[in-house]
């Protein structure tokens, strides 16, 4: 009988259906109910995206598999059996109900991964913690994966969806210098900065990693997706940045959204549908790369991650 290893695949979680958007909402607000008017804004939002309702869901679970797979393909360690749980943040499988059923399964040792590549205390710090609590409490001796930014496979799946759309820029008879690349991620609020948080370091490795491999001189990095909260945010945000841009004659624009890993609400409808309308107002071509989805190089790069992390128990 091989040895069972679990693998916690954590990530943001969406609601099941249009009626689940307010219990999801609530509890991204942590418990506090939407009013109706942030209610229908963020339905309309769903309701607006193309791919699908509610693409997360398929690509998350698409992903846990495809990470499954990958790790028992691998031939590192042919006596283990690893099995993948899902665990999400606002929506069931809850982070804790993935760690349960572990528990249930039997399987008292285990790593945790998060689907997003850069750490923040507010984003991957955040799933970790309650993973450990959860763990702690049934026994599960869980590791967690901090980051993966800068994973080689990583950066070459990366790099090649910014090479492919370069392409289509000079297709499209665009020259290829003349392209401003920007890298994107969700912003946070501004105070993770005084905790000396590493995410926007991290982020920066990763942009200029990538700029490096593709030959790509011409970049810069802008926040997406920022919170509707009365705190300030980390800025310079997309929409602005594309405003000034237009204003330094920049014509053509290729969004690299590095910080988000499948098609979702943030890149289908911030990036494709309104920054798409702030571009065509300020006359510029915009394209944004291909998600990650189930790429190999990226089910490789969390099999790696995980293996690696598994191994220094040993
Ligand atoms: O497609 C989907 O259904 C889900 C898309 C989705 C992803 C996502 C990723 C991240 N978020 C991060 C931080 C915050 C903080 C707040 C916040 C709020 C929202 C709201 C929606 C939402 N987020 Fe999200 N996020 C996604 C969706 N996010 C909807 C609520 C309405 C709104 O503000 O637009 C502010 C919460 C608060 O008030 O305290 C902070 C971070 C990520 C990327 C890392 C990760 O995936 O964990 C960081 C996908």
């Known amino acids: ?48 995206i193309v791919g699908g309702v509610f693409p997360l869901r398929e690509n998350t679970n698409r992903q846990v598999s495809g990470l499954q797979d990958t790790l028992n393909q691998d031939n590192r360690h042919p006596e283990v059996d690893f099995v993948c749980y899902q665990g999400l943040k606002h929506a069931a499988p809850f982070i804790e109900d993935g760690v349960e059923q572990m528990a249930k399964d039997g399987i008292t040792e285990a790593v945790g991964i998060v689907l997003a590549p850069h750490y923040s205390t507010m984003s991957v710090g955040s799933y970790m913690k309650r993973a450990q609590e959860k763990a702690d409490e049934l026994g599960v001796h869980i590791r967690f994966v901090h980051n993966y930014h800068l994973h080689p496979k990583l950066i070459e799946a990366l790099s090649r969806r910014v090479s492919a759309k370069l392409d289509l820029f000079e297709e499209a008879g665009s020259e290829r210098d003349k392209v401003r690349v920007l890298f994107s991620a ?18 920066l490795e990763t942009s200029r990693a990538v700029a490096e491999q593709t030959g790509v001189t011409s970049w810069q990095f802008a926040w997406q997706s920022a919170g ?16 000034s841009l237009s204003k330094e004659e920049v014509k053509d624009v290729l969004v690299a959204p590095i910080g988000f890993v499948s098609d979702h609400l943030e890149v289908l409808y911030d990036l494709d549908i309104e920054a798409q309308e702030v571009s065509k107002e300020l006359d510029m071509r915009l394209m944004r790369i291909d998600s990650l989805n189930s790429d190999p190089l990226y089910m490789e790069t969390l099999c790696d991650a995980v293996i690696n992390e598994w191994e220094k128990d040993k």
């Open 1 to 48: 009988v091989k040895n069972k290893v679990g693998v916690l695949v954590m990530s943001y979680g969406t609601p099941e259906s249009l009626e689940g958007i307010e219990a999801y909402y609530t509890h991204i607000r942590r418990g506090h109910a939407p009013s109706p008017e942030q209610l229908k804004e963020l339905s309309d939002r769903y309701e607006a």
């Open 186 to 203: 969700h912003s946070l609020p501004e105070k993770i900065l005084e905790l000396g948080d590493p995410y926007p370091e991290q982020l």
């Open 228 to 243: 509707r909260t009365s705190v300030p945010w980390l800025g310079p945000d997309i929409l602005d940045t594309l405003r």
